[in-house]
Protein backbone atom coordinates (compact mmCIF):
# COMPACT_ATOMS: atom_id res chain seq x y z
CA UNK A 1 0.00 0.00 0.00
CA UNK A 2 1.68 3.39 -1.22
CA UNK A 3 2.27 5.22 2.07
CA UNK A 4 0.10 8.84 2.36
CA UNK A 5 1.03 11.93 5.03
CA UNK A 6 0.39 10.08 8.64
CA UNK A 7 -3.28 11.41 9.85
CA UNK A 8 -5.27 12.08 12.88
CA UNK A 9 -2.48 9.75 15.50
CA UNK A 10 -3.22 6.39 13.24
CA UNK A 11 -0.39 3.73 14.43
CA UNK A 12 2.77 3.54 12.17
CA UNK A 13 2.23 1.00 9.78
CA UNK A 14 2.03 -0.42 5.99
CA UNK A 15 -1.28 1.54 6.04
CA UNK A 16 -0.23 4.79 7.60
CA UNK A 17 -2.01 7.53 6.10
CA UNK A 18 -4.54 5.83 4.43
CA UNK A 19 -8.60 5.24 5.64
CA UNK A 20 -10.68 2.19 5.84
CA UNK A 21 -14.06 2.06 6.02
CA UNK A 22 -15.85 -1.03 7.41
CA UNK A 23 -19.74 -1.56 7.26
CA UNK A 24 -21.30 -4.05 9.52
CA UNK A 25 -18.07 -3.18 11.93
CA UNK A 26 -19.32 -3.42 15.69
CA UNK A 27 -18.99 -7.08 15.81
CA UNK A 28 -17.94 -10.81 14.23
CA UNK A 29 -15.83 -10.45 10.82
CA UNK A 30 -16.34 -6.22 10.64
CA UNK A 31 -14.31 -5.98 14.39
CA UNK A 32 -12.11 -8.25 13.00
CA UNK A 33 -11.09 -6.32 9.68
CA UNK A 34 -11.04 -2.78 11.33
CA UNK A 35 -8.62 -4.39 14.19
CA UNK A 36 -6.55 -5.47 11.53
CA UNK A 37 -6.23 -2.42 9.72
CA UNK A 38 -6.08 -0.44 12.24
CA UNK A 39 -3.47 -2.77 13.50
CA UNK A 40 -1.69 -1.60 10.11
CA UNK A 41 -1.57 1.89 10.52
CA UNK A 42 -5.45 3.09 8.61
CA UNK A 43 -7.66 4.90 10.25
CA UNK A 44 -10.46 3.44 10.84
CA UNK A 45 -13.90 4.32 10.00
CA UNK A 46 -16.77 1.72 11.44
CA UNK A 47 -20.58 1.82 10.54
CA UNK A 48 -23.02 -0.34 12.15
CA UNK A 49 -26.71 -0.08 13.17
CA UNK A 50 -25.99 -0.85 17.02
CA UNK A 51 -24.62 2.49 18.08
CA UNK A 52 -23.36 1.59 21.05
CA UNK A 53 -21.69 -1.92 19.94
CA UNK A 54 -19.58 -0.07 16.98
CA UNK A 55 -18.91 3.17 19.70
CA UNK A 56 -17.30 -0.07 21.72
CA UNK A 57 -15.57 -1.34 19.04
CA UNK A 58 -13.77 1.67 18.20
CA UNK A 59 -13.16 2.18 21.82
CA UNK A 60 -11.34 -1.25 22.23
CA UNK A 61 -9.21 -0.56 18.98
CA UNK A 62 -8.01 3.13 20.02
CA UNK A 63 -7.34 1.33 23.37
CA UNK A 64 -4.98 -0.77 21.64
CA UNK A 65 -2.97 1.99 20.07
CA UNK A 66 -5.26 2.42 16.56
CA UNK A 67 -7.25 4.97 15.04
CA UNK A 68 -10.90 4.15 15.03
CA UNK A 69 -14.26 6.21 14.83
CA UNK A 70 -17.47 4.75 15.27
CA UNK A 71 -20.68 5.77 13.34
CA UNK A 72 -24.25 4.16 13.51
CA UNK A 73 -26.17 3.83 10.57
CA UNK A 74 -28.17 1.44 8.06
CA UNK A 75 -26.55 0.52 5.31
CA UNK A 76 -29.43 0.89 3.09
CA UNK A 77 -30.13 5.02 4.36
CA UNK A 78 -28.57 6.34 1.34
CA UNK A 79 -28.50 9.84 2.90
CA UNK A 80 -26.67 8.62 6.18
CA UNK A 81 -24.46 6.81 4.11
CA UNK A 82 -23.34 9.81 2.24
CA UNK A 83 -23.65 12.00 5.13
CA UNK A 84 -20.86 9.35 7.14
CA UNK A 85 -18.60 8.63 3.84
CA UNK A 86 -18.48 12.67 3.47
CA UNK A 87 -18.06 13.19 6.69
CA UNK A 88 -15.06 10.68 7.04
CA UNK A 89 -13.73 11.76 3.99
CA UNK A 90 -13.56 15.52 5.17
CA UNK A 91 -11.25 14.02 8.33
CA UNK A 92 -8.93 12.11 6.77
CA UNK A 93 -8.88 13.79 3.53
CA UNK A 94 -10.25 11.14 1.89
CA UNK A 95 -11.41 7.06 1.46
CA UNK A 96 -8.90 4.65 0.35
CA UNK A 97 -10.38 1.44 1.48
CA UNK A 98 -14.10 0.26 2.32
CA UNK A 99 -15.26 -3.17 3.24
CA UNK A 100 -19.16 -3.97 2.33
CA UNK A 101 -19.24 -6.19 5.07
CA UNK A 102 -22.74 -5.43 6.49
CA UNK A 103 -25.28 -8.03 6.12
CA UNK A 104 -28.20 -10.19 7.53
CA UNK A 105 -27.61 -13.77 7.78
CA UNK A 106 -29.11 -15.35 10.70
CA UNK A 107 -31.45 -18.84 10.32
CA UNK A 108 -34.24 -16.74 9.72
CA UNK A 109 -32.69 -15.97 6.11
CA UNK A 110 -31.36 -19.07 5.32
CA UNK A 111 -34.04 -20.95 3.86
CA UNK A 112 -35.63 -21.05 0.67
CA UNK A 113 -37.45 -17.84 -0.95
CA UNK A 114 -40.76 -19.69 -1.13
CA UNK A 115 -40.55 -20.22 2.51
CA UNK A 116 -39.59 -16.22 3.49
CA UNK A 117 -41.59 -15.22 1.12
CA UNK A 118 -41.92 -11.44 -0.74
CA UNK A 119 -41.69 -9.69 2.56
CA UNK A 120 -38.28 -10.88 4.49
CA UNK A 121 -36.72 -11.64 1.52
CA UNK A 122 -37.03 -7.79 0.01
CA UNK A 123 -35.41 -7.06 3.21
CA UNK A 124 -32.83 -9.25 2.73
CA UNK A 125 -31.91 -8.08 -0.44
CA UNK A 126 -32.00 -4.11 0.85
CA UNK A 127 -29.17 -4.98 3.26
CA UNK A 128 -27.45 -7.80 1.43
CA UNK A 129 -27.36 -6.23 -2.09
CA UNK A 130 -28.84 -2.44 -1.92
CA UNK A 131 -26.43 -1.88 0.98
CA UNK A 132 -23.53 -2.67 -0.58
CA UNK A 133 -24.59 -0.30 -3.82
CA UNK A 134 -25.61 2.29 -1.38
CA UNK A 135 -22.31 2.36 0.58
CA UNK A 136 -20.34 1.81 -2.50
CA UNK A 137 -21.87 4.97 -4.41
CA UNK A 138 -21.19 7.05 -0.95
CA UNK A 139 -17.54 6.35 -0.74
CA UNK A 140 -17.06 6.21 -4.60
CA UNK A 141 -16.35 9.99 -5.22
CA UNK A 142 -14.07 10.47 -1.85
CA UNK A 143 -11.81 7.39 -3.42
CA UNK A 144 -11.25 8.63 -7.44
CA UNK A 145 -7.39 8.05 -8.33
CA UNK A 146 -6.31 7.43 -4.38
CA UNK A 147 -3.28 5.27 -5.02
CA UNK A 148 -4.10 1.77 -3.94
CA UNK A 149 -8.52 2.65 -3.73
CA UNK A 150 -9.79 -0.78 -3.02
CA UNK A 151 -13.38 -2.14 -1.96
CA UNK A 152 -13.64 -5.81 -0.81
CA UNK A 153 -17.64 -7.22 -0.90
CA UNK A 154 -18.45 -10.12 2.01
CA UNK A 155 -19.87 -12.47 -0.30
CA UNK A 156 -20.42 -16.71 1.36
CA UNK A 157 -19.89 -20.11 0.09
CA UNK A 158 -23.47 -19.91 0.25
CA UNK A 159 -23.58 -18.42 -3.23
CA UNK A 160 -22.58 -21.32 -5.07
CA UNK A 161 -24.28 -23.61 -2.98
CA UNK A 162 -27.98 -22.86 -3.97
CA UNK A 163 -31.14 -23.40 -1.73
CA UNK A 164 -31.53 -20.55 0.43
CA UNK A 165 -32.83 -16.38 -0.15
CA UNK A 166 -29.34 -15.93 1.78
CA UNK A 167 -26.88 -17.69 -0.73
CA UNK A 168 -28.96 -16.04 -3.76
CA UNK A 169 -28.39 -12.23 -1.82
CA UNK A 170 -24.65 -13.10 -1.94
CA UNK A 171 -24.65 -14.21 -5.21
CA UNK A 172 -26.03 -10.93 -6.48
CA UNK A 173 -23.21 -9.75 -3.99
CA UNK A 174 -20.61 -10.97 -6.50
CA UNK A 175 -22.43 -9.89 -9.86
CA UNK A 176 -22.32 -6.75 -7.79
CA UNK A 177 -18.84 -7.11 -7.93
CA UNK A 178 -17.79 -7.19 -11.41
CA UNK A 179 -19.91 -4.45 -12.26
CA UNK A 180 -18.32 -1.81 -9.95
CA UNK A 181 -15.25 -3.25 -10.93
CA UNK A 182 -15.67 -2.36 -14.46
CA UNK A 183 -17.50 0.77 -13.05
CA UNK A 184 -15.16 1.95 -11.25
CA UNK A 185 -11.83 0.80 -13.22
CA UNK A 186 -11.32 3.87 -14.43
CA UNK A 187 -11.54 5.69 -11.69
CA UNK A 188 -8.64 3.78 -10.29
CA UNK A 189 -10.57 1.99 -7.50
CA UNK A 190 -10.60 -2.39 -7.47
CA UNK A 191 -13.24 -4.37 -6.63
CA UNK A 192 -13.35 -7.85 -5.40
CA UNK A 193 -15.13 -9.87 -3.58
CA UNK A 194 -14.30 -12.77 -0.51
CA UNK A 195 -16.41 -15.70 -0.13
CA UNK A 196 -16.02 -17.18 3.24
CA UNK A 197 -16.61 -20.74 3.77
CA UNK A 198 -17.44 -22.65 6.76
CA UNK A 199 -15.57 -20.72 9.59
CA UNK A 200 -15.48 -21.52 13.13
CA UNK A 201 -15.93 -18.93 15.27
CA UNK A 202 -16.77 -19.38 18.98
CA UNK A 203 -19.96 -19.13 17.93
CA UNK A 204 -20.26 -21.57 15.31
CA UNK A 205 -18.93 -23.70 17.91
CA UNK A 206 -20.97 -23.06 20.41
CA UNK A 207 -24.33 -22.82 18.43
CA UNK A 208 -24.32 -25.40 15.69
CA UNK A 209 -25.18 -28.60 16.64
CA UNK A 210 -21.67 -30.94 15.96
CA UNK A 211 -23.53 -33.42 13.49
CA UNK A 212 -24.24 -29.97 11.18
CA UNK A 213 -20.47 -29.08 11.84
CA UNK A 214 -18.78 -32.09 10.41
CA UNK A 215 -21.18 -32.14 7.40
CA UNK A 216 -20.52 -29.18 6.31
CA UNK A 217 -16.55 -29.69 6.85
CA UNK A 218 -17.01 -33.14 4.99
CA UNK A 219 -17.98 -30.82 1.76
CA UNK A 220 -14.15 -29.64 1.98
CA UNK A 221 -11.51 -30.71 -0.20
CA UNK A 222 -9.12 -30.02 3.33
CA UNK A 223 -10.04 -31.75 6.46
CA UNK A 224 -8.84 -27.90 8.38
CA UNK A 225 -11.06 -25.32 10.26
CA UNK A 226 -10.95 -22.00 8.56
CA UNK A 227 -10.75 -19.57 11.35
CA UNK A 228 -11.70 -15.80 11.01
CA UNK A 229 -7.81 -14.96 10.45
CA UNK A 230 -8.14 -16.77 7.43
CA UNK A 231 -10.66 -14.46 6.31
CA UNK A 232 -8.92 -11.48 7.36
CA UNK A 233 -5.55 -12.53 5.63
CA UNK A 234 -7.33 -12.65 2.30
CA UNK A 235 -9.20 -9.03 2.90
CA UNK A 236 -5.33 -7.44 4.06
CA UNK A 237 -4.06 -9.19 0.93
CA UNK A 238 -7.00 -8.00 -1.47
CA UNK A 239 -6.32 -4.03 -0.03
CA UNK A 240 -2.73 -4.48 -0.62
CA UNK A 241 -0.70 -3.62 -3.39
CA UNK A 242 0.30 -7.41 -3.67
CA UNK A 243 -3.21 -7.36 -5.42
CA UNK A 244 -2.57 -4.12 -7.37
CA UNK A 245 -3.67 -6.77 -10.75
CA UNK A 246 -6.69 -8.25 -9.46
CA UNK A 247 -10.17 -6.62 -9.86
CA UNK A 248 -13.56 -8.05 -10.44
CA UNK A 249 -12.97 -11.25 -8.59
CA UNK A 250 -14.17 -13.71 -5.93
CA UNK A 251 -11.78 -15.51 -3.36
CA UNK A 252 -13.24 -18.02 -1.90
CA UNK A 253 -11.86 -19.11 1.39
CA UNK A 254 -13.36 -21.89 1.92
CA UNK A 255 -11.26 -24.83 2.11
CA UNK A 256 -11.97 -25.83 -1.25
CA UNK A 257 -15.78 -26.38 -0.23
CA UNK A 258 -18.36 -25.32 -3.66
CA UNK A 259 -15.26 -25.22 -5.72
CA UNK A 260 -16.53 -27.43 -7.93
CA UNK A 261 -19.43 -25.26 -9.26
Do not use: W
Not at 147 to 166: E, K, P, Q
Not at 171 to 199: C, H, K, Q, W, Y
Not at 244 to 252: A, D, N, V
Amino acid sequence: MTQRNRRHGAAPGPRAGTTAVVTGGARGFGKAFGTALAGEGAAVVLIDIDAAAVEQTATDIRHSGGSATGFAGDVTDEAAMNAIMGRAAAVHGGIDILINNAGLHSDEYSKPIREMGPAKTRRLFEVNVVGVIACTLAAQPHMVHRAGASIVNIASAAAHLGGTAYGTSKLAVAGLTITFARELGADGIRVNAISPGMIFTDTIRAELPDAVQQRVKAMQFIDTDGAEADVVEAMLYLTSDRARFITGETLRVTGGMASGT
